[in-house]
């Protein structure tokens, strides 16, 4: 079984960049597709981005596209997300997740059965 920890989350202003970090252990993380949600208050959690267990796929939301990308280094057992021109309706804390599912990049919330703790990232305006 997989643990996730984020860390990297922060204030910003409105334009700025961070780069949030996702530490897992206990198990193989090359194994796992990973990804990235959000949830900003009084919101349901969402999609933002994936990564495929090599890295040589991801996936974005289209609200974050072009501005933010997912990368993984396996060697290290992390994922990382770096936003850049972040806006204030970005605010949200920030989960990182993974799962075993083969084919297709998943998206939504069921189809990962680890979960970190969240980080919080607040944008500024």
């Known amino acids: 079984q997989v643990q996730l920890v984020e860390s990297g989350g922060g204030l910003v202003q409105a334009g700025g960049s961070l780069r949030l970090s996702c530490a897992a252990s206990?198990?193989?993380?090359?194994?796992?597709?990973m990804g990235w949600f959000r949830q900003a208050p009084g919101k349901e959690r969402e999609f933002a981005a994936a990564i495929a267990w090599s890295g040589g796929t991801t996936y974005y939301a289209d609200s974050v596209k072009g501005r933010f990308t997912i990368s993984r280094d396996n060697a290290k057992n992390t994922v990382y997300l770096q936003m850049n021109s972040l806006k204030p309706e970005d605010t949200a804390v920030y989960y990182c997740?993974?799962?075993?599912?083969?084919?297709?990049?998943?998206?939504?919330?069921?189809?990962?059965?680890?979960w970190g703790q969240g980080t919080q990232v607040t944008v500024s305006s």
């Open positions: 997740a993974a799962t075993r599912s083969l084919g297709k990049l998943p998206t939504r919330l069921y189809e990962y059965g680890y």
């Open positions: 206990g198990g193989t993380f090359s194994y796992y597709v």
